[in-house]
Structure formats: C-alpha cells, structure tokens
C-alpha cells in the first residue's frame, strides 16, 4: 500500500465549501493523498443553509464537526468565535495527526485554524492569499499568509503581492480560484432554465419568477469595519431593485458581524409588504446559484462571486461599497457606494449592457488538480523565515 499524506481541510461556511470543493474532489481522488474534512462555525448551521448537508450530498463524510460559532454576529461574538476555535482545533489536529492543513480565504475561522495548525507545527496551505478588499478580511488574509508554509493565490496580481510580503517565490503557486473549477462545470452540465426552476421555487418565499425574463440577483453581506450600516445598506439596494422594475432573487447574507442588521432589513422589507416580485432565499447550492449567475440580468451586491464568478461567466455586477475595494475584477464590474440612487443608474447601466466577454482572471478551472499535485509533492520547513 502507498504511503499516503494525510490532508486536513477546514471549511467553515459555504463560501469555504464552494471555493475548495474542485480541491477536495482532486485530494480525494489523488492516489497519494488521504482527505481529512473538518466542519465548523456556520456551516453546520441549519440557518446558513446547514452546508453540512451538501457535502454529505456531494458524497464528502466530515471526520470532525466543531461547533464554534456564538450567536450575536457582532465584533465581540466574532473575536470570541475565533477563540473558540482556537481552543477546540487543536483536540480535532491532535487526533488526524495531518501532514498539511488547508485553510480557506480570510474569515475568522480561518484565522483559528492557521493559528492551531501554525503552534502545533503542521504545515499551513492557504488558498486565495494575497487579495486586497475591505473589511476585517483584508487584515486576516495577509496574517495567515505570513503563518502559511505553501500558497495557493487565486491571480497573478496576487501571487505578486504574496512575494512583497516576504514569502519564498517558489512556495508559491499560482493555480487559479478552485471555486472556477466548479463554475466551468456546472456551465458545461447547464440542462436548461426549466429544470433549474423545478429546483429552485420548491424552497425560499416568495414570489415565483420568471427565469426566462430579465432579473436580477441581489446577494449582500455585512461590512465589519462599518458595523452597525448593514440596515440601511440592503434598504437601499432593495429600493434600487424594486424601482428598476424588475423581479429579484434575493439571498441571506453570511455570518459576519452585522449579519443580523442585514437579515433584519430584508425581514422588515416583507413584513412592510415591499416583496413582490422578490424570492428570498436562505441558501442555495453552489450549482443552483452559478446557473443563476449565467441568467441573471445583473447581480447587485458585495460579495466577491459578483467578481470572481462574474468575469468568468460573464455576468454584469454591480459591487456595492467598500467590502471588496480594490479586489482585482474584469470588465464586468461597476462599482457604486451603498446609495439608492447610485445603485439604481448603475443596474439600468449594466441591465442595458447585457453579458460581457469571459475573463479568466481568477482561473482556467483546473485549480483543484494543480493544489492537490503540490500537496502531494511539496517539502517545506516548518520554521519560516521571512525572505526580500
């Protein structure tokens, strides 16, 4: 039998999942490799969408499951959830014993389980460093690059960006966003709009929508650095979207502190009776949201898929405020503050201006197969030493 590496993956909510999944699926099958999944903060919520569930579907069983997400989604609740899984991580590493932990983006848990893995000296593999946005996750991502031993950046610019830092050029590789990888092919399985509406109107509330008509597609969450907005922020990009006049699906936002004031404004928006032509949904799967994307009109928010997904399919964006400031995007991006007015010229704008050209400037789709081959080849020292 093979000597095989064993591969911790931490994922934490179902931005994680969507955004390592082509990895694990390559880790999995690869003959060297063992995957190790451990589940944790909101995840394995119902009320985010219990992503759990998915991967249990897409045949993925979790050898851990830590509960470590305290309820409030305000800065103190996210300081302390992150301790929390700073004291529960290290029990799960001790006894799967990996020789790499992967861990995803810049959330808090991934700042827990860069800093469990980083004390109990197992390699650290950070996929998507070496962005720059708003919010907290700026500042998270570039610490857990300099606790990283193996980079996995997700564009040039930003694999570029992870060198100034002090990191060794040859650990890091550039393989594109694993999160393409899935995208490429769920576009290429697309059976059409009818089955995709079977799927997707059996859950949510709300109106039915036509997919073969134009709508837009509104997916929003909260700015940490701006706690206390959220509210005021989705009021007006729903009033944006009800004056364009046409219908919207429009998502849950996701843990982050100032979730609740989002989730509150887009609760009072349909209790005050300003729902129609509007499907609210608390989750959707990753091959349910994409196909979406490709129909959509124009998806309004802040969330980095109107970027990254977007140039790849081609879909118009318009990227509200400051949570994604000067992430690199394609020409499909219009950026606007979190103001009605500014919000509703600029989807006029993109609703006019139809599909744009792929961009492959997070990816070709094969990230999954090039992470899971330096995974099982790569040799680092556990010791780093910051390099110029």
């Known amino acids: 039998m093979l000597n095989t590496r064993k591969i911790c993956v931490v994922v934490g909510s179902r931005a994680n999942y969507s955004s390592i999944k082509s990895a694990l699926i390559a880790i999995k099958h690869h003959q060297t490799l063992t995957l190790q999944l451990v589940v944790t903060a909101s995840a394995l919520l119902d009320r985010f969408g219990a992503v759990v569930d998915l991967m249990r579907a897409d045949g993925f069983q979790a050898d851990a499951e830590v509960f470590s997400l305290i309820e409030g989604e305000t800065p103190e609740t996210m300081a ?43 390699p ?15 500042s998270i991502r570039h610490a857990v690059t300099k606790f990283a031993h193996v980079h996995f950046p997700a564009s040039e610019d930003a694999r570029e960006r992870i060198i100034k830092l002090g990191e060794v050029p040859e650990d890091v590789h ?6 393409i990888d899935l995208v490429a092919e769920i576009l290429e399985k697309d059976k059409g709009t009818a089955e995709l509406a079977n799927e997707l109107f059996t859950a949510g509330v709300g109106d039915v929508i036509d ?32 004056e364009s006049g046409l219908p919207a699906i429009v998502l849950w936002p996701n843990a982050d502190a100032g979730s609740d004031d989002i ?53 118009p964006c318009v990227n509200l405020g400051s949570r994604q400031t000067t992430r690199e995007r394609g020409s499909n991006v219009l950026e606007v503050p979190a103001e009605r007015e500014a919000i509703l010229q600029a989807v006029k704008q993109q609703v006019a201006h139809g599909p744009y050209q792929r961009d492959t400037i997070y990816g070709d789709g094969n990230a999954g197969k090039r992470i899971a081959e330096v995974l099982a080849t790569k040799t680092v020292n556990v010791q780093k030493r910051i390099t110029y």
């Open 80 to 122: 302390k959830s992150t301790g929390l899984g700073l004291l529960e991580l290290p029990t799960v590493f001790s006894r799967l014993k990996p020789d790499f932990v992967v861990t995803i983006g810049d959330r808090f848990e991934t700042m827990a389980t860069t800093l469990a893995a980083a004390y109990m000296n197992i």
């Open 124 to 138: 650290v593999a950070h996929t998507m460093g070496g962005e720059v946005s708003g919010t907290i996750d700026e």
């Open 174 to 179: 550039m393989v594109g966003c694993p999160r």
């Open 211 to 242: 997919l073969d008509k134009p709508f837009i597609l509104v997916s929003q969450h909260p700015v940490t650095t701006e706690y206390g907005e959220g509210e005021r922020q989705i009021r007006a990009t729903l009033e944006a979207v009800s």
């Open 263 to 315: 989730s509150r404004g887009i609760r009072k928006w349909r209790e005050q009776g300003h729902g129609k032509n509007m499907h609210f949904f608390k989750n959707l799967p990753i091959d349910v949201y994409v196909r979406l994307m490709k129909r959509t009109s124009c998806i309004v928010g802040n969330s980095s898929s109107g970027l990254r997904d977007g140039a790849f399919i081609g879909t």
